[in-house]
T-cell receptor
Framework: AQKVTQAQTEISVVEKEDVTLDCVYETRDTTYYLFWYKQPPSGELVFLIRRNSFDEQNEISGRYSWNFQKSTSSFNFTITASQVVDSAVYFCALSEAGNSGYALNFGKGTSLLVTP | DAGITQSPRHKVTETGTPVTLRCHQTENHRYMYWYRQDPGHGLRLIHYSYGVKDTDKGEVSDGYSVSRSKTEDFLLTLESATSSQTSVYFC????????????FGQGTRLTVV
């Protein structure tokens, strides 16, 4: 069963628009970790953020912000004032304590295209 | 990040031939992983390791084996490559502790013809 769902397959926005990428996860563990990665057209996976299940504080890093809500099992990612360089595939991932050596279980990704 | 090197970066091989991909890390992290990335599937776990000679299967392990004889090296072997194993393969490490992070190598693009 899919543990991480990224319902948006592709999103296209115009530069300077705000965009939110959705991530819904499923777990029975009380201890788990959530991640976001960026994969630009060059192909590497760039770590963006990790959130622990016991820390529900939202986080802001420049134009990026993350909204973690345990009540809805969501960990959404917002880019404010998007730029062309934000064009990439974004992955959300879940890691459950003690499951498969803490391996990350990925969603299928959301492809974001930012046009000038 | 985390000194992860994958080799080779690109490989074309023929169906039925054995192939070994190497992941090398420089920071003695205990946990290492092999994933494959395919369109429409995201990244899927093939095998993982939690120490020297300690490995286990992931979601898509059929047709693959791994070995870890040293902390720094994690090898992925396709005993007899098939076209369905054409993919991009990523190695990853996981740091431990409350500030845990996971970093990926640059990937290996494997084409089986």
């Amino acid at each position: 069963a899919q543990k991480v769902t990224q319902a948006q397959t592709e999103i296209s926005v115009v530069e300077k628009e705000d965009v939110t990428l959705d991530c819904v996860y499923e777990t029975r563990d009380t201890t788990y970790y959530l991640f976001w990665y960026k994969q630009p057209p060059s192909g590497e996976l760039v770590f963006l953020i990790r959130r622990n299940s016991f820390d529900e504080q939202n986080e802001i890093s420049g134009r990026y912000s993350w909204n973690f809500q345990k009540s809805t099992s969501s960990f959404n990612f917002t880019i404010t004032a998007s730029q062309v360089v934000d064009s990439a595939v974004y992955f959300c991932a879940l890691s459950e304590a003690g499951n498969s050596g803490y391996a990350l279980n990925f969603g299928k990704g959301t492809s974001l295209l930012v046009t000038p | 990040d985390a000194g992860i090197t994958q080799s080779p970066r690109h490989k074309v091989t023929e169906t039925g031939t054995p192939v070994t991909l190497r992941c090398h890390q420089t920071e003695n992290h205990r946990y290492m992983y092999w994933y494959r990335q395919d369109p429409g599937h995201g990244l899927r776990l093939i095998h993982y390791s939690y120490g020297v000679k300690d490995t286990d299967k992931g979601e898509v392990s059929d047709g693959y084996s791994v070995s870890r004889s040293k902390t720094e090296d994690f090898l992925l072997t396709l005993e007899s490559a098939t076209s369905s194993q054409t993919s991009v393969y990523f190695c990853a490490i996981r740091t431990t502790g409350p500030s845990t992070e996971a970093f990926f190598g640059q990937g290996t693009r494997l084409t089986v013809v």
